[in-house]
């Protein structure tokens, strides 16, 4: 079987990186791990996936990432920091580089985790210009 780089970036394959995560087979052990896993989930559009580890207080109803616009690909992440702020809760600062019509984009934010029982749910963010 071929061994597919983890779409995160974290230097490990699939398998052994988001996979096993995004399969619900293993919580990620940390909010940075939970992130890079949401990360992966946006590059396979698994709605899902990112409704489920979405914190049920800001979880929106619905996603549509296909949108009427053309769907971004996702191209690369940089985690710039994950700080632990409490025992349950944590913040990752990362950069998302994306391509829409052929276009390069960023998105840079500053995400909140909390962690409920032994997982960790996606908060929210703030978007840095």
Request: charged share 20%.
């Amino acid at each position: 079987m071929l061994a597919i780089p983890c779409p995160c970036q974290s230097g490990k394959t699939f398998t052994e990186c988001c996979a096993p995560v995004i399969a619900g087979e293993v919580p990620a052990d940390s909010a940075e791990a939970l992130m890079r896993s949401r990360y992966t989930a946006f590059t396979q559009s698994n709605e899902a996936y990112l409704l489920e580890s979405w914190h049920q207080s800001t979880r929106p109803a619905t996603l549509d990432l296909a949108g009427g616009e053309p769907a971004p690909k996702w191209i690369g992440l940089q985690v710039r920091q994950h700080l632990q702020t409490g025992e349950n809760t944590a913040i990752v600062e990362f950069v998302a580089r994306y391509r829409v019509g052929g276009r390069a984009h960023r998105l840079h934010e500053t995400s909140r985790f909390v962690r409920e029982g032994h997982r960790w749910y996606y908060v929210d963010g703030d978007i840095h210009e």
